[in-house]
């Protein structure tokens, strides 16, 4: 009964049933299964399960264009937030049967497009890119092959593309909020890349926050990180301090950043949250490690990757389902690197 | 979708050729078979008109995907990104698509991703994990794929793959703490059926004993996961235990980061009142307050190893059998100095 690879074939089950070939095929494809005699369909169903009989998708992907297998590719399998998303994906497609096929594109725009053009040779029935940074070519390929579309993390102003994102300008204007109302009016700014959505809406979200809250702006309270990375977050902070404009509390676009900036403050004698209330962004295992615990802005990575799995299953069980765009809100958790602005005539 | 796609033929008829000389051309094992000026026309043509290889035809016939598979129990564990990262280097220089699978160590999803990616005719399967006996090297060996594994844990000694120097590391921490003064040392160790949380707790045994260190059975916890809730459980134990030890040996960052916690919030500081060090070298140990001790592992140059391993493997199926040894680095930062004379 085997053959190469221990694969069971049709014809192992037809020699087993006693019956043709084309009988088996039509009973274990379920759209043709009522053209046959339902004992005969029962017994050919009990002799596959017995062989361990499984359909080859390669063979079958030829004939339906259908492989069971969805394409997920990420920017940067290091940066936490998306390993949890991938956890939400994975355990929504696997749970629904779907094979997922994980890809890590490390923000490189010939990457992203390899690695798409790769998964739409290998015929994946979908895919969910996850990016910061839209490569208008990848999505213009994918929309011309009809091939079922979900962004998460990156927006991008295409009506016709289901997407799931997060609404960084709600978290930024939560955190700015927080702060005002602790009575800091002098905040420090550390932006995350601009080339990403979720840098400038948070970047925008803040100025805009601030602006409401009738906090001043000033250019020499910004710094502009080139990654969410505790390098930068390190450098930003010392271009914040060397600045030599006064605050009493720092923003960051990212608990990494934030990270980054813990030694510098101390370096430079100021204490959190005493002399300076720290923030961070994204809610990442950083968080409760770093000492005092950050205040950042939670935001629901794996119900997100959860919920573009579910979006692109129903564009797969129902083509004409409607586009969909999902906006997911963050929430503020505050914890003991932030606190009320030390009195005035109090020593800095 | 599939009468849209651009054929040999439709190549073929452009340029004015036999479909199997555009075939020859397109396959660069054939290609010298064609005349230059012809392969330059088939392969402008095949180009202008959009032609994209049928891999799922191709793989039929070759039985080969140009597909491997990266397999690690927890993308969230931020000591396999890097290693993943490493191998992938090395796979899509070589011209292979790399693809990843989050197992959670989770023996039903293991058998389905095999079974899948066997399917589609994968390559070889890359395994970082520790597990002992991992259904995935059986599921790979019944199949035929071939496989490297990231530690000498797993399955038996006929598999290729990487195999860590924990000794190396664990000799060097003890005597990094025994140089500042520590006589009275705990130690914290990992789930012990995990090969590798078992190897590395021989390891850290031994250099204690070479280096004529007693330890008491009070002063060995074990963490039954890697988080740093562990890690603070595991201090808090030791601690009503036995309350004299100067330093903790820590067979993770993880351990290292809670029982530092745990220590703050209990009044205490590290390393004045007790050094700590963690194992791994994961990147927050850089940054945390105070930055950890640790023996770091070449995480990017494991995983170029693992790829390069399976590089070799494909290439020659049955060439002997190569186990890498990776030594790790003492990293010597605030967590750990003299211990205070009470």
């Known amino acids: 009964m085997n053959n190469r690879r221990g694969h069971v074939t049709l014809k192992d089950i037809a020699a087993v049933v006693g019956v043709h070939t084309s009988t088996v095929s039509r009973v274990l494809n379920p759209s043709r299964r009522t053209m046959v005699s339902s004992e005969i369909a029962e017994k050919i169903v009990a002799v596959a399960e017995e062989l361990g009989y499984r359909p080859n998708p390669l063979a079958y992907g030829l004939k339906t264009n259908r492989t069971g297998s969805i394409g997920v590719v990420v920017p940067d399998i290091a940066n936490p937030v998306f390993p949890e998303t991938v956890q939400g994906i994975e355990d929504v497609l696997i749970d629904a049967g779907y094979m997922p096929i994980l890809s890590n594109s490390e923000h490189k725009a010939e990457r992203e497009m390899h690695i798409v053009e790769?998964?739409?040779?290998?015929?994946?029935?979908?895919?969910?890119?996850?990016?910061?940074?839209?490569?208008?070519?990848?999505?213009?390929?994918?929309?011309?092959?009809?091939?079922?579309?979900?962004?998460?993390?990156?927006?991008?102003?295409?009506?016709?593309?289901?997407?799931?994102?997060?609404?960084?300008?709600?978290?930024?204007?939560?955190?700015?909020?927080?702060?005002?109302?602790?009575?800091?009016?002098?905040?420090?700014?550390?932006?995350?890349?601009?080339?990403?959505?979720?840098?400038?809406?948070?970047?925008?979200?803040?100025?805009?926050?601030a602006k409401a809250c009738n906090i001043e702006i000033d250019d020499r309270l910004f710094a502009f990180a080139d990654a969410n990375t505790e390098e930068e977050g390190e450098r930003c902070c010392r271009e914040l301090i060397f600045n030599g404009k006064k605050f009493?509390?720092?923003?960051?676009?990212?608990?990494?950043?934030?990270?980054?900036?813990?030694?510098?403050?101390?370096?430079?004698?100021?204490?959190?949250?005493?002399?300076?209330?720290?923030?961070?962004?994204?809610?990442?295992?950083?968080?409760?490690?770093?000492?005092?615990?950050?205040?950042?802005?939670?935001?629901?990575?794996?119900?997100?990757?959860?919920?573009?799995?579910?979006?692109?299953?129903?564009?797969?069980?129902?083509?004409?389902?409607?586009?969909?765009?999902?906006?997911?809100?963050?929430?503020?958790?505050?914890?003991?690197?932030?606190?009320?602005?030390?009195?005035?005539?109090?020593?800095? | 979708?599939?009468?849209?796609?651009?054929?040999?033929?439709?190549?073929?008829?452009?340029?004015?050729?036999?479909?199997?000389?555009?075939?020859?051309?397109?396959?660069?094992?054939?290609?010298?078979?064609?005349?230059?000026?012809?392969?330059?026309?088939?392969?402008?043509?095949?180009?202008?008109?959009?032609?994209?290889p049928n891999p799922l035809a191709r793989s039929l016939k070759t039985q080969s995907s140009g597909i491997v598979g990266i397999f690690v129990p927890d993308l969230t564990n931020p000591l396999f990104p890097e290693?993943?990262?490493?191998?992938?280097?090395?796979?899509?220089?070589?011209?292979?698509?790399?693809?990843?699978?989050?197992?959670?160590?989770?023996?039903?999803?293991?058998?389905?991703?095999?079974?899948?990616?066997?399917?589609?005719?994968?390559?070889?399967?890359?395994?970082?994990?520790?597990?002992?006996?991992?259904?995935?090297?059986?599921?790979?060996?019944?199949?035929?794929?071939?496989?490297?594994?990231?530690?000498?844990?797993?399955?038996?000694?006929?598999?290729?793959g990487l195999q860590m120097d924990d000794d190396f590391g664990m000799r060097a921490m003890v005597s990094h703490l025994q140089d500042l003064g520590h006589r009275e040392i705990a130690l914290v160790s990992g789930p012990q059926r995990l090969a590798t949380s078992e190897s590395r707790h021989r390891a850290a045994l031994g250099a204690l004993a070479q280096r004529g260190i007693a330890i008491s059975e009070e002063r060995i916890a074990f963490c039954e996961d890697f988080s740093p809730e562990a890690g603070r459980q595991a201090f808090r134990t030791l601690m009503e235990g036995s309350p004299n030890i100067t330093a903790i040996l820590t067979a993770n960052d993880q351990?290292?980061?809670?029982?530092?916690?745990?220590?703050?919030?209990?009044?205490?500081?590290?390393?004045?009142?007790?050094?700590?060090?963690?194992?791994?070298?994961?990147?927050h140990t850089r940054w945390l307050k105070p930055p950890i001790t640790t023996i770091e592992l070449p995480k990017r140059q494991m995983g170029m190893k693992m790829a390069s391993l399976m590089l070799d493997r494909l290439a020659s199926p049955a060439g002997k059998i190569e186990r890498a040894v990776i030594r790790p680095t003492l990293v010597v930062r605030q967590s750990t100095a003299s211990p205070l004379r009470k």
């Not at chain 1, 205040?295 to 564009?315: K, N, Q």
């Not at chain 1, 963050?330 to 606190?339: D, G, N």
């Not at chain 2, 796979?91 to 039903?108: H, I």
């Not at chain 2, 995935?136 to 399955?155: F, H, K, T, Y």
């Open chain 1, 118 to 209: 790769n998964m739409r040779a290998q015929h994946v029935d979908g895919l969910i890119i996850a990016s910061g940074s839209p490569h208008v070519a990848v999505l213009m390929a994918c929309k011309e092959d009809g091939i079922p579309l979900v962004l998460i993390h990156r927006t991008w102003d295409d009506p016709e593309i289901s997407a799931v994102s997060y609404d960084d300008s709600l978290g930024a204007r939560l955190m700015i909020e927080h702060l005002a109302s602790l009575g800091h009016r002098d905040i420090a700014y550390i932006a995350g890349p601009l080339d990403s959505s979720g840098g400038r809406d948070r970047y925008f979200g803040t100025k805009e926050a």
């Open chain 1, 248 to 348: 009493t509390a720092l923003v960051t676009a990212h608990d990494s950043l934030a990270a980054g900036c813990v030694g510098v403050l101390a370096e430079n004698g100021l204490s959190v949250p005493e002399d300076i209330s720290l923030t961070g962004y994204s809610d990442t295992s950083y968080a409760a490690m770093l000492t005092p615990a950050l205040t950042s802005i939670r935001v629901p990575y794996y119900e997100g990757g959860a919920e573009a799995a579910r979006l692109l299953i129903d564009r797969l069980q129902n083509p004409d389902a409607p586009v969909r765009r999902i906006r997911i809100s963050p929430e503020l958790v505050v914890r003991q690197s932030s606190a009320r602005k030390a009195p005035p005539g109090e020593p800095r």
């Open chain 2, 1 to 52: 979708m599939g009468s849209e796609r651009v054929t040999l033929k439709d190549i073929a008829e452009k340029v004015g050729v036999h479909p199997s000389t555009v075939s020859r051309v397109l396959n660069p094992a054939t290609r010298a078979m064609v005349s230059p000026e012809v392969v330059e026309e088939v392969t402008e043509t095949a180009r202008a008109l959009g032609y994209r």
């Open chain 2, 83 to 160: 290693i993943v990262r490493g191998a992938e280097t090395v796979l899509v220089e070589a011209g292979y698509t790399p693809v990843l699978a989050n197992t959670k160590n989770d023996r039903d999803r293991k058998l389905m991703l095999v079974d899948h990616l066997k399917q589609r005719l994968i390559d070889g399967i890359i395994v970082v994990s520790g597990l002992r006996d991992d259904p995935l090297i059986e599921a790979c060996r019944q199949n035929e794929i071939p496989v490297i594994v990231s530690d000498r844990g797993i399955g038996a000694g006929d598999i290729p």
């Open chain 2, 255 to 283: 351990y290292a980061i809670g029982a530092i916690a745990e220590m703050y919030e209990m009044g205490m500081t590290c390393p004045g009142d007790m050094s700590v060090t963690g194992y791994n070298g994961i990147r």
